[in-house]
């Protein structure tokens, strides 16, 4: 019965998505906010309720490097396998847009955070979607991200929100973010 509950409750998390809504999901780490990447208006609602500016950017996620591909195109070989042996796991990298990323999702830069997750629901929802969806941590700014489904709730209590099932992974830091071709670390988890 848990089990089967589990997956209507994945399943609507991903209904929600391709309805354009935001949901609220488990990650490496933290609870995230999510959307349908290609749903500027979703974004921006992401933006709304964390109280992030637009210049920063979002990171997107995904259960396969191939659903990442269009982004990743222009890379090297070396580069592809430098992402490729760091994956699936809490690796988030900075990569030089090649011009198939919306601006909302980068916001004022000329790069892209991605990353493709160990997490099963993330790599769950990614797959029931059919690509990456946008990932950033389910708090408003200021405020330190949910480690958990009632603290998500705690925070956005009066928005409408789809949350998927599951809890945080083992990690006790956000994702650690490295740009691709200088090999420094932004953030180290």
């Given amino acids: 019965m848990q089990h089967y509950q589990h997956n ?5 998390a991903c209904r929600a998505l391709k309805r354009g809504e935001v949901i ?15 749903d500027e208006i979703a974004l921006w609602e992401i933006l709304r309720l964390k109280q992030r500016p637009y210049d ?18 222009g890379l090297s070989e070396e580069q592809l396998a430098t992402l490729a042996n760091s994956w699936p796991g ?25 990353r493709v997750s160990a997490h099963p629901v993330v790599q769950a929802l990614c797959e029931q979607f059919g ?8 708090n408003p700014a200021g405020l330190p991200p949910a480690r958990d489904q009632l603290q998500a709730r705690r925070y956005f ?4 929100l789809s949350y998927a099932p599951g809890n945080v992974g083992k990690e006790r830091q956000p994702t650690q973010i490295c740009h691709l ?3 420094q670390v932004l953030r180290s988890a």
């Fill in 8 to 12: 209507i409750k994945l399943h609507n």
């Fill in 24 to 38: 609220a999901y488990p990650t490496e780490a933290v609870w995230g906010l999510g959307c349908d990447p290609y």
């Fill in 56 to 73: 920063k950017g979002v990171i997107l996620v995904a259960a396969t490097m191939e659903q990442l591909h269009p982004f990743l195109l």
């Fill in 90 to 114: 809490p690796n988030t990298w900075i990569i030089p847009h090649n011009g198939h990323c919306p601006q909302w999702i980068r916001g004022s830069h000329n790069s892209l955070a991605v």
């Fill in 131 to 138: 690509g990456p969806i946008v990932s950033t941590s389910a």
């Fill in 157 to 160: 209590r009066h928005q409408p």
């Fill in 181 to 183: 071709l200088t090999g």
